[in-house]
């Protein structure tokens, strides 16, 4: 069985807003409102504004400081709900089921669909796909050092006809470790699926009896096995997700991805997610604060 470790969780924004402006603008026109105009060329940083100002139908003599200055004082005064009117579609790859199953905690604003471990084979082409735990890195990269230096060493020991072993770190051997139980539980599973569905009527039919299958044999795939999901959600969900997830305390991996995805929409949107220090750890894992926390 192959093991292949992923150490850094992927992010693909796939969806994200347009504006109908000649409807907007028909909306504006029947309120008599000629001249309202925002410099934000961000569709959800529009709508939030657009949300916002028609509370107050403030449109007329808008305050200096555009888009971005609207949606600081937005979070000033905590007025969180206009900021819902922002939505992104985002997949997310190279995470484990645990880190997943935090994910998935979020309840409001946050609609997920997870890869399906009942209709997706886990072991396809013999190989596993986990996610490394951050806190196991060094000792992977020990691992890695120690492999190299071995075949090094054996390349060098045949050329010279010697024989002196080269032990193993601590380091190496705690991975090798982690990495053994992995490959018996991948093979475990695997052998599950395999007879569970051999030993079911087949008058069940083959979907049926594959799914049942790997739905029991699946009980035995590590935390760390690595899952996809895609999540629609707003960007006050997804504040709130980066507080809770990015502060220090906060689990390493979601942390890392909470970081990762405050990054990528500060890119998309720096008015809704500009407002965030990243600050970096004694672990070398970073950590974000903000000053408008839960809006
Ligand atoms: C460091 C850390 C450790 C954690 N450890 C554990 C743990 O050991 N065990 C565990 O089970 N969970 C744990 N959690 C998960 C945590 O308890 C929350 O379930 C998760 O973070 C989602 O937060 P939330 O409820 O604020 O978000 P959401 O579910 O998205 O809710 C957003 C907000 O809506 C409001 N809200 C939502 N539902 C209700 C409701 N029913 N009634 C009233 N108001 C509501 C609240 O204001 C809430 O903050 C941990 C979270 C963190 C960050």
Redesign the pocket.
Known sequence: MKINIITEPKIYVIGSQVVNNSELKRFLNDEGISNWETDTQVPGEKLIEHGGRLCYMSFRKPRPGGNKSYIKHILEVKHGSVLEHCVFTIVITGISRRCCE?LT??????SPSQLSQRFVDETDDNTITVVLPPEMRRHYYEYLRFEKSKHDYDEEINRQNIYRPLNPTDSSKLFESWKNTLEVSAETYESLSEELYEKMPESLGKTARRKAAREAARSVLPNCTETKIQITCNAR?LR??IE??A?P???AEIRILAINLLYVLRDISPNVFGDYDVLANENGVAYALTQYP?V
């Open positions: 935090q905690r979020q309840r409001v604003g946050w969900a709130h997700f809770l997830r502060e305390s906060a689990d839960k």
